[in-house]
Every structure is written in C-alpha cells, then in structure tokens.
T-cell receptor, first 111, second 115 residues
Framework: GNSVTQMEGPVTLSEEAFLTINCTYT??????LFWYVQYPGEGLQLLLK?????DKGSNKGFEATYRKETTSFHLEKGSVQVSDSAVYFC??????????FGKGTRLHILP | KAGVTQTPRYLIKTRGQQVTLSCSPI?????VSWYQQTPGQGLQFLFE???????NKGNFPGRFSGRQFSNSRSEMNVSTLELGDSALYLC??????????????FGPGTRLLVL
C-alpha cells in the first residue's frame, strides 16, 4: 500500500541555517506529493505541492522536488527564520485514493 | 472568501456518550474530508464526502460516521466514546473536481477530550 516516511524530529536549528527535512514514499503509479505545515493551535496549511515527476514546488522560500527515481520529496529552505517553527507534514495522494500523511517533523528555530 | 470553519472548537465528553462535530467548507468546495490527529498515531484519514456521497473511508470502527448535506456542510458523529477518541479532529475541503492533485484547505480543528 501507499506510505510516507519522514525524518523524526524535533529538528532544532539556529536562525539563517539551511534546512532539509527528508521525505520518502512508497506508492503505485504517480501520486501527487504535498508538504503541509501546522503552526501551534492551528490546522494544516498547504506549503507546496508537486503533481508529477521532476516538478519542483516552492513557496515562502521552501522548495521540494518530486524525485521518482529515489521516491523522495525532501523539503529544503536556504535560510530559516524563527517564524518557520512549526510541524511539517509530507503527504501523498494517489488517483482515486485517500491522502496519506507522514508522522510530522517538529521544527524549532532558535534566534 | 471565508475559510473552513469547524464547530465547536473544544469539547469535553465522558465515556459512552456520543458527539457530533460540524464542518463548513469554503464556498464552492464540494469535497469534505475528516482526519483524526493524535500525538501517537499522527494524522489519520477518517472519510471523504463529495456531493453528499462518501467517496473514501479510512480504517476506523463503525462508531465513527459522517454525512454531507446538499450545501456541502458536513458532520461527523462518534458514538459510544472511548478514552482513545480524545484527539484533534480536522476537517478539510477542496473543490472536488481534480481529485488527487487538488489542494485541501484545513479548518482549525475541534479538540475533543473524553474523560
């Protein structure tokens, strides 16, 4: 079946550091891939998405590239800010199927 | 345009009771999905409704049920509550026409505590 594995947190970085949160998936076919972010006390917000191989999603300085050959969709940001502290979820959705979320990675950015 | 709204935001119930949670999607969205979020299990899919029909269902017992009305508003019901049902219940809506490529827009959630 479909599954998503993302690196366990918490991840703690200093402001302006480079961020990578790893995400790999198992799926048949060509799913759509998503990164959602959850700020404290709020629901999830879409951060970025990619719907086919080699697509790059980007938003607010975050990027992720859909890598079919490595079944990965790693999230990156060149310079993190304190306001990026949140929980990040990698997710996939296959055609005619439900969305599958990873366990989430909590990110702490220190000033 | 107003976002997804969920009511109530917080709820305390006792074991054995039942509860109904409500979700109003973004105007024009016809698909509504429900999720349970707990620290141990993470985000788990409950069910998805589109045009008043259940389109997908997760692996939850029959105590969990839902429905969608003609105005796309949705409710979920949990009967015979157990302590393990304590969780944040999230609702998400989408247009429902592009299927697996669509973005889902989440509400703030209903936090349920079962005592």
């Amino acid at each position: 079946g479909n599954s998503v594995t993302q690196m366990e947190g918490p991840v703690t970085l200093s402001e302006e550091a480079f961020l990578t949160i790893n995400c790999t998936y198992t799926a048949t076919g060509y799913p759509s891939l998503f990164w959602y972010v959850q700020y404290p006390g709020e629901g999830l917000q879409l951060l970025l998405k990619a719907t086919k191989a080699d697509d790059k999603g980007s938003n607010k300085g975050f990027e992720a590239t859909y890598r079919k050959e490595t079944t990965s969709f790693h999230l990156e940001k060149g310079s993190v800010q304190v306001s990026d502290s949140a929980v990040y979820f990698c997710a996939l959705r296959n055609r005619d199927d439900k969305i599958i979320f990873g366990k989430g990675t909590r990110l702490h950015i220190l000033p | 345009k107003a976002g997804v709204t969920q009511t109530p935001r917080y709820l305390i119930k006792t074991r054995g009771q039942q509860v109904t949670l409500s979700c109003s999607p973004i105007s024009g969205h016809r698909s509504v999905s429900w999720y349970q979020q707990t620290p141990g299990q993470g985000l788990q899919f409950l069910f998805e409704y589109f045009s008043e029909t259940q389109r997908n269902k997760g692996n939850f017992p029959g105590r969990f049920s839902g429905r969608q009305f003609s105005n796309s508003r949705s409710e979920m019901n949990v009967s015979t509550l157990e302590l393990g049902d304590s969780a944040l219940y999230l609702c998400a809506s989408s247009l429902g026409v592009s299927g697996y490529q669509e973005t889902q827009y989440f509400g703030p959630g209903t936090r349920l505590l079962v005592l």
